[in-house]
C-alpha cells in the first residue's frame, strides 16, 4: 500500500515538471498538450512557470500596485482605432464574397442528382462540406460585425 501511495507521489510529481509543448497537425489545427499528440509535429515547448511568491513585507501605501502604462496620444489612438475599422471592414467584406460564392456552390450542388444517390443520405453527405462552409461564412462575418460594434 505504501509503494502503491509513492508511485502515485511520483507520477503526480513528474506531471507537475512536464513541458507543454505546442503540436501542429496535417490540418494545420493547433494543440498545445503536455503529452505527445499522435500524427501531429512539435513545433515548441514552454516550461512550466511556478506562481509568484508572497512578498513577506508589505507594500507602501503609497507606492503605484503596478507600473504605469505608457500613455497614447489620443491623435495616435485615433489613428489606429481608424486603420482597426478600415481593416475589419475590408475583412467584412471579403467574407460576404465569400459566403456568397459558398451559397452559390451550394445551391448549385443543392441541383445537381447524381445517379449513385438513390439513398437520400448520400445526397445529404455531399451537401454536408457545403453547408458547412456556408455555415462557417456566416459564424465569421456575425464575429467581424460584433468587432466592427464593439469599436463605435
Same mark, same amino acid.
Given at each position: 500500500?505504501r509503494?502503491?501511495?509513492?508511485?502515485?507521489?511520483m507520477?503526480?510529481?513528474?506531471?507537475?515538471?512536464?513541458? *507543454?509543448?505546442?503540436?501542429?497537425?496535417?490540418?494545420?489545427?493547433? *494543440?498545445?498538450?503536455?503529452?505527445?499528440?499522435?500524427?501531429?509535429?512539435?513545433? *515548441?515547448?514552454f516550461?512550466?512557470?511556478?506562481?509568484?511568491?508572497?512578498?513577506s513585507?508589505?507594500?507602501?501605501a503609497?507606492?503605484?500596485?503596478?507600473?504605469?502604462?505608457p500613455?497614447?496620444?489620443?491623435a *495616435?489612438?485615433r489613428?489606429?482605432?481608424?486603420d482597426?475599422?478600415?481593416?475589419?471592414?475590408?475583412?467584412?467584406?471579403?467574407e460576404e464574397?465569400?459566403?456568397?460564392?459558398?451559397r452559390?456552390?451550394?445551391?448549385?450542388?443543392?441541383?445537381i442528382?447524381?445517379g449513385?444517390e438513390?439513398?437520400?443520405?448520400?445526397?445529404?453527405?455531399r451537401?454536408?462540406?457545403?453547408?458547412d462552409?456556408?455555415?462557417?461564412?456566416?459564424?465569421?462575418?456575425?464575429?467581424l460585425?460584433?468587432?466592427?460594434?464593439?469599436?463605435?
Open positions: 500500500m509503494l502503491l501511495a509513492f508511485l502515485f507521489a507520477l503526480c510529481a513528474g506531471a507537475a515538471g512536464a513541458q *507543454t509543448c505546442k503540436y501542429v497537425d496535417s490540418e494545420g489545427r493547433v *494543440t498545445y498538450s503536455n503529452v505527445p499528440v499522435k500524427n501531429a509535429r512539435k513545433v *515548441t515547448c516550461e512550466p512557470v511556478a506562481p509568484p511568491k508572497a512578498q513585507q508589505p507594500q507602501q503609497d507606492a503605484p500596485a503596478q507600473p504605469a502604462r500613455r497614447v496620444d489620443p *495616435t489612438q489613428q489606429r482605432d481608424d482597426r475599422r478600415n481593416i475589419l471592414e475590408s475583412e467584412l467584406s471579403a464574397e465569400r459566403l456568397a460564392e459558398a452559390r456552390a451550394l445551391t448549385e450542388q443543392e441541383s442528382r447524381l449513385d438513390r439513398n437520400y443520405q448520400r445526397v445529404l453527405d451537401l454536408k462540406p457545403y453547408q462552409a456556408v455555415a462557417q461564412h456566416e459564424k465569421n462575418i456575425a464575429a460585425r460584433q468587432e466592427l460594434a464593439n469599436l463605435r
